[in-house]
């Protein structure tokens, strides 16, 4: 069984840096994507990063471009997010999310697993 344990969440003032980490357990996931996803109050879940774990392959979303990262840490089985120069507009709760067929894909109803989410909010 797949299990997905998001953490680093927090509030942070404007400009600053969060890490993200999603701890991913109970498969190989070599052959996955992993992605992250956020959704604000009232809004959607919307596509943030993905990388294919075994080539390190990454698509971003043009809101995010040149101030998040996304990596993974193979030998602790674990994805992370670096989150710089941050915005009040940042603010959402953001979940980590498994795909079973590795190929970069942006929409939520690719994903077969996911975590339960970490709150980060950006104050002004």
């Known amino acids: 069984q797949v299990h997905l344990v998001e953490s680093g969440g927090g509030l942070v003032q404007a400009g600053g840096s969060l890490r993200l980490s999603c701890a991913a357990s109970?498969?190989?996931?070599?052959?996955?994507?992993m992605g992250w996803f956020r959704q604000a109050p009232g809004k959607e879940r919307e596509f943030v990063a993905v990388i294919r774990w075994i080539s390190g392959a990454t698509v971003y979303a043009d809101s995010v471009k040149g101030r998040f990262t996304i990596s993974r840490d193979n030998a602790k089985n674990t994805v992370y997010l670096q989150m710089n120069s941050l915005k009040p507009e940042d603010t959402a709760v953001y979940y980590c999310?498994?795909?079973?067929?590795?190929?970069?894909?942006?929409?939520?109803?690719?994903?077969?697993?996911w975590g339960q989410g970490t709150q980060v909010t950006v104050s002004s």
């Open positions: 999310a498994a795909d079973q067929a590795p190929a970069l894909l942006t929409s939520t109803r690719h994903y077969d697993y």
């Open positions: 109970g498969r190989t996931f070599s052959n996955y994507a």
